[in-house]
């Protein structure tokens, strides 16, 4: 093979392999790379909102912050009995209507119970759950029974402190973490809530909560810290997207491979 030939075979595999890393770089699910809170699936009245934006510690280098969660779900039961009291059909729903499979022809009962916000232990017992709706039915030919009822609803709420350093002696030589209120707002339709009060260089923290129309209180999410400071180089808040570096790393690596080729050329020329 000539060497013309083959600086043009290797010029092609270098080619190749750049656009097989740019390419790869890109596709990779680099998001599974971020380790995801524990969030318990077992509560009381409802297990917290799961938190989506600001990650714990983020630096945030504009006036406002748009915090994110993810929305609660409810659940419900449909039970029916007949006539003489026997269980026919007993179903978790997550909608506001239900129907069961086909039943003979006859009378029968069906009760709505609520089972709480997603997590609830309100499902465990059907004493402790809320009767939401009862409904007769009389059939004279097999049938399906169609029941539907008014949705029950939920808000959220969110807390937002200031994190601060309290001294506990008079020498300054121990400090505990002390969160002071300095916003808080309910009754939120939204699963967003964008603020922009905050002092510039300070550290805050921030939890969410949901209500549901019936009363219930779900636990409070674990608090995350998020940073206000705009003396951060703006490059940080772009290399928490992880795909971003990467890609650009790819593009950096072809023209380094690139710029390679053309000095191997420049010196076999010579």
Known sequence: MSSRSTIWVRDALVIIFSFYVVFSLSLAPWNNLIIESDVSDSCNNGCAPSLVFPDDGYYHYTDIVEFEWVPVSVGYRHIVVDGDGELKYEGNITDNESQTPRLPSGNYTSSIYYTGMSGSSLGNNIEEMPLLLTQQHTTTTASKLTVSWPLVTVTYGIIININEQVSTDKYDTTYL????????????????????????????????????????????????????????????????????????????????LQAGVFLAREERDD
């Open 177 to 256: 973490d002390s969160f002071s209120l300095i916003h808080q707002v309910d009754n939120l339709e939204e699963t967003k809530y964008s603020y922009s009060d905050f002092v510039r260089g300070e550290t805050y923290s921030w939890t969410v909560y949901a209500v549901d129309s019936e009363g219930y209180t779900s636990e409070y999410s674990e608090p995350r810290d998020v940073n206000i400071d705009t003396t951060k180089f703006l490059a940080f808040e772009l290399f928490n997207d992880w795909e971003v570096p990467f890609i650009l790393l790819g593009v950096l690596m072809v023209i380094a």
